[in-house]
């Protein structure tokens, strides 16, 4: 008699997210009656597996940063789930979801805006700990030097406010302060695009260490594809609130399938001539998110457009292997 096949359990992912809808009204007229939609997220699915960074790209405009603040709730979903480690988000209570914020934390692309100028650095890093009510005063203390260690910043600085910071010290501690909770996921947008690019590699290094050593999970928002090739284990591309295509960072840059992605990737500087794609060049203009155009929303830039693309949306579908799926919605696969 043969032995029996044990199975491994597929370990469920840290956070999913499922068909999530973010609208914001606009209003005009004398009453400010509500005259329209501004369909910032629209359906958007993916998942996030512990220890992993998903980097999320698209144009500026295209929703990501909505995106990123609706997961921690900053907005509340019009629409959709967000589960994390099975519970659903949006259904809560209040008290609940106090318990569970320390877990889903936010680095914020304004170091700067992100830090309040009447706070000193260590009343800073010292109010998240006050706000759970996370050891004792002087254990409180004793954390908020250990996190300076942590982003390798001098004690000195607790005492200064952050105008006398720089950026990059002020980025630190921004991710000090979305660290002091000890969370699961940080949402991370634009965490290094206002920086100089020897502070941007020392802040970039500082996330990679911080995950390797803790297993954080990060939602990598970023216009920069040659940052989030470098720090990222999956990538999702991101066009007028919707994804258009998902897969691991090595399979998508070595065959990006959708065309926006194509022209995204034929963008990035490359010191190599030979293996550099040719240039492609959109035309025309993201079209608004209040009225976005009927079937693919890409179609009217794309240059591989045919006649139902304007008619009907893409489904998603699976051009990759069992162990690395590779999703993409576009007609040229479907």
Same mark, same amino acid.
């Given at each position: 008699?043969?032995?029996?096949?044990?199975?491994?359990?597929?370990?469920?992912? #840290?956070?999913?997210?499922?068909?999530?809808?973010?609208?914001?009204?606009?209003?005009?007229?004398? /009453?400010?009656?509500?005259?329209?939609?501004?369909?910032?997220?629209?359906?958007?699915?993916?998942?996030?597996?512990?220890?992993?960074?998903?980097?999320?790209?698209?144009?500026?405009?295209?929703? +990501?940063?909505?995106?990123?603040?609706?997961?921690?709730?900053?907005?509340?979903? &019009?629409?959709?789930?967000?589960?994390?480690?099975?519970? %659903?988000? &949006?259904?809560?209570?209040?008290? %609940?979801?106090?318990?569970?914020?320390?877990?889903?934390?936010?680095?914020?692309?304004?170091?700067?805006?992100?830090?309040?100028?009447?706070? &000193?650095?260590?009343?800073?890093?010292?109010?998240?700990?006050?706000?759970?009510?996370?050891?004792?005063?002087?254990?409180?203390?004793?954390?908020?030097?250990?996190?300076?260690?942590?982003?390798?910043?001098?004690?000195?600085?607790?005492?200064?406010?952050?105008?006398?910071?720089?950026?990059?010290?002020?980025?630190?501690?921004?991710?000090?302060?979305?660290?002091?909770?000890?969370?699961?996921?940080?949402?991370?947008?634009?965490?290094?695009?206002? #920086?100089?690019?020897?502070?941007?590699?020392?802040? /970039?290094?500082?996330?990679?260490? /911080?995950?390797?050593?803790?297993?954080?999970?990060?939602?990598?928002?970023?216009?920069?594809?040659?940052?989030?090739?470098?720090?990222?284990?999956?990538?999702?591309?991101?066009?007028?609130?919707?994804?258009?295509?998902?897969?691991?960072?090595?399979?998508?840059?070595?065959?990006? %399938?959708?065309?926006?992605?194509?022209?995204?990737?034929?963008?990035?500087?490359?010191?190599?001539?030979?293996?550099?794609?040719? %240039?492609? #060049?959109?035309?025309?203009?993201?079209?608004?998110?209040?009225?976005?155009?009927?079937?693919?929303?890409?179609?009217?830039?794309?240059?591989?457009?045919?006649?139902?693309?304007?008619?009907?949306?893409?489904?998603? +579908?699976?051009?990759?292997?069992?162990?690395?799926?590779?999703?993409?919605?576009?007609?040229?696969? &479907?």
């Amino acid at each position: 008699m043969s032995a029996a096949v044990t199975v491994e359990p597929v370990a469920p992912p #840290l956070l999913r997210v499922a068909n999530l809808h973010k609208h914001f009204p606009v209003h005009g007229g004398l /009453l400010g009656w509500t005259t329209g939609w501004v369909n910032a997220v629209a359906g958007v699915t993916f998942r996030i597996d512990q220890g992993r960074t998903l980097g999320l790209v698209g144009e500026s405009g295209c929703g +990501k940063s909505t995106l990123g603040r609706t997961i921690v709730r900053l907005y509340e979903p &019009t629409a959709g789930d967000i589960i994390l480690e099975g519970e %659903r988000m &949006t259904e809560m209570s209040r008290r %609940r979801w106090r318990k569970r914020r320390r877990d889903v934390q936010m680095i914020f692309q304004d170091a700067h805006a992100s830090l309040d100028p009447r706070f &000193t650095i260590e009343r800073t890093l010292r109010e998240p700990l006050d706000v759970h009510g996370l050891g004792a005063r002087a254990e409180r203390a004793d954390r908020v030097r250990t996190l300076l260690d942590v982003v390798a910043l001098p004690a000195d600085l607790l005492e200064r406010y952050p105008h006398e910071l720089s950026g990059g010290q002020r980025q630190r501690v921004g991710i000090a302060r979305a660290i002091a909770l000890e969370p699961k996921l940080i949402v991370a947008d634009e965490p290094v695009s206002s #920086l100089d690019v020897s502070v941007r590699a020392q802040v /970039l290094d500082l996330l990679s260490s /911080l995950q390797r050593e803790r297993g954080i999970a990060f939602l990598f928002i970023s216009h920069d594809l040659a940052v989030v090739q470098h720090v990222c284990h999956d990538v999702a591309v991101m066009y007028l609130g919707k994804i258009v295509e998902q897969a691991p960072v090595d399979a998508l840059y070595a065959a990006p %399938r959708h065309p926006y992605t194509q022209a995204l990737l034929s963008a990035v500087p490359t010191i190599d001539a030979v293996s550099r794609p040719q %240039r492609t #060049l959109l035309r025309g203009d993201v079209p608004s998110p209040i009225a976005p155009p009927p079937g693919c929303p890409f179609h009217p830039r794309c240059p591989q457009a045919m006649p139902i693309c304007s008619r009907v949306f893409p489904q998603e +579908k699976d051009v990759g292997t069992p162990d690395a799926p590779h999703r993409v919605a576009c007609h040229l696969y &479907t």
